[in-house]
């Protein structure tokens, strides 16, 4: 009987041991995905100003929403039209996908208002501070905190931004107006990525881009359209369809840079904490540099490659404890 019993606490070790490891595994993958998804997001939105310039070469920068958020809307659509994807809203919140949605839109809407106040250096600047406000918003309404070296590691990245735009500019005006707007986009910005790490566990992180193309394709074609019937420019509308690198960069900026890029963040932001998914927004600007210098053929300056290692270590920095502590659970 004695035997028996070892035995079956022998097998019940076992199987524990063997549950751990697996438990252990599994929150490694996770958290390689995690960060896999956040790193996919800067990649693409680090590209993505290739396209802008594009696009605003040919179309206006609402014109250029519009059809930005078409092509994002219709691939989403056709995703849940063939069974790709299912949508499942019923007995759900909405008001909170709203406002998820909401204050993504809020901040595209802002940005491109304030852009036409400010410089593209102020812009920069003020995008930097993102994951800062996220950060603040974050640990009032979801209660996440971080440790005083996650802290540094936020400055640092946050400060290698700033740095970065402050030595690229040639002359820096501060218009008040813009840098109010800005602020306010950058606010919208953050307080979208708090609301899709709080909806969680309610929506999928498809259903949260969904109902941001969605919303996006509504929004920006009626303003576009509004604004040409009053200027009495219809056709300007249709016109940039006949471009085919304009099709192509919108198409990128659609698909990849809104409506990929939003499934990226959201999946990030469902497992990391608010600051974490967010600071990868600032290595997009890193990436950003390095496609100018190779597909732009823009100027290489030390500061550049400084402030980009800079960017790098505190994205770093910050993820390493967290992964570490996911890969050990």
Known sequence: MSMIIRKDQEEETT????????????????????YGSAVLFSLIVG???????????????????AYRFNFAFLAALAAVLIGLVKLDLRG????????????YLAFM?????????????????IFAIIPIIAKIIASIFLKEST??????FVCLSVSAVIVMFVLGASDITVNAAGLV????????????????????????PFEISFCITGGGCFLFNLAAILFEIKSGTLGNYLEPLTN??????AAYLGIPSTLISALLMSYALAHLEAVKATIFGNLSTAVSIVAGVIILKEPL?????????????????????????????
Not at 47 to 65: E, M
Not at 244 to 249: E, G, N, P, Q, S
Not at 304 to 328: D, F
């Open 15 to 34: 199987l524990e041991g063997q549950d751990l490891i697996g438990r252990g595994l599994a929150g490694r993958e996770s958290s390689w995905k995690s």
């Open 47 to 65: 590209f993505s100003f290739i396209g802008v310039k594009i696009c605003v070469s040919v179309a206006t920068p609402l014109v250029t929403l």
């Open 92 to 103: 759900k919140p909405k008001k909170r996908l709203f406002i998820t949605a909401g204050f």
């Open 109 to 125: 809407v802002l940005q491109a208002v304030g852009l036409m106040f400010s410089t593209s250096i102020e812009s920069g600047i």
């Open 147 to 152: 440790n005083w070296k996650q802290n540094v």
């Open 181 to 204: 707007i800005l602020t306010l986009s950058s606010v919208c910005m953050a307080c979208s990525n708090v609301m899709m790490r709080y909806v969680r566990g309610q929506y999928k």
């Open 244 to 249: 085919l690198h304009f099709v192509l960069a």
């Open 301 to 329: 300056e030390a500061y550049h490659i400084l402030c980009t290692l800079l960017i790098i270590v505190g994205v770093v920095g910050l993820s390493l404890p967290s992964m570490e502590r996911r890969a050990n659970r």
